[in-house]
C-alpha cells in the first residue's frame, strides 16, 4: 500500500512564501513522476507542478517563475517552494506520485494567502 503524507501549509501574507513536502511510503518500485495539484473552492483540481525520475519539471503558466518543484536525495520525497503567493494561489494542495501507471494522492495540505 503507498502512502503519500504532505505538510507546510498555512496562512501566508500576500507576497510571502510557503514550502511544501510530501513524502511517499510504502511499495513503491519506481517513481515516474511526482507532483502537486490544487483545487480552490468550486473550481476543479488543476495540475501545479511535475517532475520526472529524471528531473524534468513542468509548470503550470500561472505559477512559472514563482513556484519551484524539487526532488529529496534519499526517500521518495518532493518539495514545492512557493514565492510571492497571491491570493488567487489560495487552494488544497495534493501531492501525487506516478509509478508503474498508478497515480497515488495524498489527502491534501491548505495554503491560504490573506492578509
Known amino acids: 500500500q503507498v502512502q503519500l503524507v504532505e505538510s507546510g501549509g498555512g496562512l501566508v501574507q500576500p507576497g510571502g512564501s510557503l514550502r511544501l513536502s510530501c513524502t511517499a511510503s510504502?511499495?513503491?518500485?519506481?517513481?515516474?513522476?511526482m507532483g502537486w495539484y490544487r483545487q480552490a473552492p468550486g473550481k476543479e483540481r488543476e495540475l501545479v507542478a511535475t517532475?520526472?525520475?529524471?528531473?524534468?519539471?513542468n509548470y503550470a503558466d500561472s505559477v512559472k517563475g514563482r513556484f519551484t518543484i524539487s526532488k529529496g536525495n534519499a526517500k521518495i520525497t518532493v518539495y514545492l517552494q512557493m514565492n510571492s503567493l497571491k491570493p488567487e494561489d489560495t487552494a488544497e494542495y495534493y501531492c501525487?506520485?506516478?509509478?508503474?501507471?498508478?497515480?497515488?494522492w495524498g489527502k491534501g495540505t491548505l495554503v491560504t494567502v490573506s492578509s
Open positions: 501525487n506520485l506516478v509509478s508503474m501507471r498508478m497515480h497515488y
Open positions: 510504502g511499495s513503491i518500485f519506481s517513481m515516474d513522476t
Open positions: 517532475i520526472t525520475g529524471g528531473g524534468s519539471t
